[in-house]
Structures are given as C-alpha cells and as structure tokens.
C-alpha cells in the first residue's frame, strides 16, 4: 500500500494530472465558446491559419513541422490555439536579455584562446570546423591538452574518483542524471570532504533527468552537506514548451586543469553495478590541460543562467599547464536550443561532409531528420565507408521500432548498421578519417539536436582518436550487422540454398518476431569481402503472408554466433 501511495503521489503523476487537465479546460473551452459564439469560433480558425503560416515560415525542421501540422489542421479550432499557447518556442526577452549578457562574458574570457586560423597547415576542414565553433558557440580550439578515452564507464569511475581526490580549489559537477548508488554515493563521499576542507563543489543536475532517481528537495540535501547545488529548468506542471528544454550536459571540472565529459551519467547501470538493459556500453574522455578551462566557462554559464548571477569568470582561471608533446587539437563545445543554432547538428554534418574514407558512428538512438539521412547516404553512395552501431536491447521500445524505421534508406544506400547484442549501447561518438572525431552528449535524435543544452569534443590530429576507431572496430568485430530491404522474390538472385545450423533459440526469435510470415534460409559465406575473417554470414529471407514480395534480413556473424 505504501508503494502504490507513493506511485500515485509522486510528483510525475500529479504533473501529468495538471497538464492534462489544462488541456481539457482548454478544450472544454473552445468547445463551449465555440458553439455558441461565432465569433469566437472565427477567431480560432484565424489563429489556426496564423500558427499554420507561423510553422512553415519558421526554422524548425520538416519533420517537426508535419508533427505540429498534424494537430494545427486536423483540429482547427483547438490546434492553433494549443500551438500559439505551448509550441511557438517564444523566448522571454528577459532570459534573451540575460543569456546574452552571460555569452557577452563568455566571449570576453575565451576570444583571447581563439586560434582557427593555426589549423590551415592541417588543411581547410580542420581549419573549417574549428572557426565555425569558436564563430558560432564561442569555444576555442586549443593544443596542449592531453585527451584519455575511456570505451566503458567501468573504466571512467576509478579515474574520476582519483582526479576528484586532487582537487585544491574547486570541484563542478553538471549532470542529467544522478541517482543515489555505489556511483554517485562514492563520488559523494569525496565531494564532502573536499567540500569541509574549503574547496569550492558545485552541483547541478537536470530536474526532469532526476524526477525519478532523486527526492524533489534533494538539492537541499546537498547544501546541507556544504556542497553549492541548483537543479536545471524545475518540472512545473504548466503547459510549455520550456519542459522540452532539459540540461543534458555531462560535466565534471577539477581546478580547471582536468575535465571529464561523454555519455556517462552518475548512476550505477553506466558502470555496470546495476544492470537494466543488459550490458551498458558507454564512453568517456579526461582531458588535462589548457581545453579544460574552456570546459569550466561552459559550466559557469550554465551556473549563471540558472542562479542569475552574473560572477567574473576569471577567479576561476587555473595557472597555465606544464607544456605538452604534440597533443593535437581539443574544441570543447556546447550547444544550446536559445539561440536557433543548431551546433551539434552541424558539427556531425561537417564531419559527414568531409570524410574521404570512412564515418563511424555510435549512437543510442537513429532518429534523424531529413539532412541527416541525405548526408549519410550521399558518403555512402560516393565510396566513404559509413558503419553505425546501435543497441540491441533498448531502454525505449518506441524510439527503439522507430530507429529501426530508419534503417532501410541509410542500408539501400549502403551503409552498414550493426546492433549492439550484449545490451544497450550508450556511447555518443564519432569518428572520421582516423583524422577527426567528437565524443560528447549528443545523441542522432531530435530532442538532443535540437532541443537540449549538450556538449561535446571536437578532436583534430589527437593522439585518442586511434582509440576511439579500435574501440569501433572490436565492438563491430564481436557483434553482428543487420540489413533490411524489401524486394520482389521473382527478381532476386540465384543463390544455392542449404539449412543453417542453428544454435539456441534464435530462429525461434525471428519466428516469433514476424508469426504471419515463413522463413527461408541460405548459406552464404563470404558475403562482402571487407569482412573476410569472421566466422560465417547468413541471410534469410521473410516471406509476407500471401505475396512474392520479401524481406531480407542478413546477420552477418563475428565471435558473437547464433
């Protein structure tokens, strides 16, 4: 009884109710006004045509505007109300006026780092990227920073926990998730002795990442303990757009003179403690040295923007680093919705656009939108080997079916997809050319494009890039490609057919995932000389119920068999 109290009272649901009663005021009302004021009624239509013109006018993407046109015109009394009230994505001029005061700062601290100009001996990508970030997100590139990459979050935790022992002047932390575990209440311990010997800890963590891993006033918890804390964007059951706008940033800073960054959130599945959707594969970089107080500025923007303090940056300055070997270029960067650039999604189409020889790709989630896809397939069609791995067993089975979805253009085109099988994959990397690579929070979705505030790693020449393309390269080794594409049975190849030999319960699987449909299965090794050296490759072939037509899935099988 005591869990189901807690179920039904918790801040989740009874957010939920409040929303969902505010729609069905609203509705209640245009309904009520509509039927018997025609006037009213007329109003309504003309604020439905007003938001449709506002939504194919605006700088939204396409997909976003078909979803917003799908409840504006089929519904056009109550839609356009609903859009001008909650989706227009108005800024109020005051956080306008505040944000820009912060960046103004921002500017001023880091355009004496700014050194765009040092990558023209690399050549005009190099040079190119780095001048669109320090132009456009204010963040230099820098050299003299060594870049450690970590391929599991198991790897990160002992490293963090030792740089988090050096700290002298201050620790900050900026987190979507924390949950209380061995994780975070390890990190904890550290914070608060450090915290009793005069170091300045702050926290911030997301209030809608935290709204089931910790209480509603554990912000309070923390002050208590010495440790400086604010919760990002607080969940207010108000119908807005605002809620769309979370704090997915992972950031911890020591002294300025050491940062981490990647997918790693401070609870226990991404260290593999606890396990949630099988093996939780994630990645992670430390970097030490001039990069990091780029690092710290990005932090203290975001401090001021949720606080309204307007603080001078340059208290927080750390003394300069001990000279380096080459170490390459590091460009910290952040991306943030409230200033209609969309960073992180340019970045990756740079990177796409620039390869020559081959794009590998991480990602939890494959929901892109149209320049995206058109991206990824022209490298594909022009010769530049394009791989993406995704998870196999996801955290979301919605955005898990709709991932899927999005499979069979990038395959047509010929990039190669290969899924995760141990668990879910979380890591958010790419990697490019073995000259170019970002490790950050950005996932291939929409909300992380364009919605959230993120970060991110732009990596030239760096010694870790080796790294990150190995790590690919094993992850891909072990597990197996899928590709789907639909064909007519009467125009598919003459290949031999012979039974394979199946083990467990895989073919069940594939039974049981498609029960209206027969299975035939081919033989068919050596399917695509790059890769030669795995064990065997398979292809069946679905038939839907009735028809010639076919679906090809191909499992192409490394030390991981079936």
Known sequence: MKKLLYILFHRSVMGALALLAQIAFLLSIVLRFSEHVQAFYWC??????????????????????????????????????????????????????RMQSILDTSRRVLQPDFKADDLLSLGGDAAGQAHYLETVAECPAYTNTEVSYFPLGDLAFPRMLEELEKAQRYIFLEYFIIQPGLFWDSILAVLERKAAQGVE?????????????????????????????????????????????????????????????????????????????GHWKDSALCLEGDAVWSM????????????????????FRP?????????????????????????????????????????????????????????????????????????????????????????????????????????????????????????????????SLFLHFEDGVWLCEAPCIQDIRRDFEQTMAQYFQSYVYDQDYTQAPQIGVDRIQMT??????????????????????????????????????????????WRLVGIVHGQWTI
């Open 319 to 447: 003394d300069p680093a001990p000279t380096r070997p080459w170490t390459g270029y590091v460009q910290p960067y952040t991306d943030t919705p409230l200033d209609q650039e969309p960073v992180g999604h340019s970045v990756y189409l740079n990177m796409i656009a620039k390869a020559r020889k081959y794009i590998y790709i991480t990602t939890p989630y494959l929901v892109i939108d149209v320049a995206t896809n058109t991206a990824l397939c022209n490298a594909a069609k022009s010769g530049v080997d394009v791989r993406i791995i995704t998870p196999h067993i996801p955290d979301k089975r919605y955005v898990f079916e709709v991932t899927r979805a999005h499979y069979p253009p990038l395959l047509k085109a010929g990039v190669k997809i290969y899924e995760y099988t141990p668990g879910f994959i979380h890591a958010k990397n790419f990697v490019v050319d073995d000259r170019f690579a970002v490790v950050g929070t950005i996932n291939l979705d929409y909300r």
């Open 44 to 97: 309504c239509i003309l604020a439905s045509i007003t938001a449709a013109l506002a939504i194919l006018c605006s700088r939204m993407e396409p997909a976003y505007k078909i979803a917003w046109l799908l409840v504006v015109l089929p519904f056009p009394v109550f839609g356009g109300v609903f859009y001008l009230l909650v989706g227009n994505g108005y800024i109020p001029r005051r956080t306008q006026r």
């Open 296 to 315: 710290a500025v990005m932090f203290l923007t975001m401090w001021d923007h949720c606080c309204g303090w307007e603080e001078e940056f340059d208290r």
């Open 504 to 549: 467990g319960n895989a073919l069940e699987n594939l039974k049981d995932a498609y029960p209206n449909c027969r299975f035939v299965d081919f033989s068919y090794p050596e399917l695509d000389p790059a890769y030669q050296g795995l064990d065997w490759c398979s292809l069946r072939l679905v038939f839907a119920p009735g028809t010639t037509k």
């Open 201 to 277: 800890v702050r926290v911030m963590y997301d209030d809608m990442g935290c709204m089931f891993t910790l209480p509603r006033d554990y912000d309070s918890t923390l002050r208590a303990k010495g440790i400086q804390c604010q919760v990002f964007n607080r969940f207010l059951p108000v119908m807005t757009l605002r809620l769309n706008n979370r704090d997915h940033r992972k950031l911890m800073i020591i002294d300025g003179r050491v940062g981490f960054t990647g997918g790693i959130n401070l609870a226990d599945e991404y260290i593999n403690v606890r396990e949630r959707f």
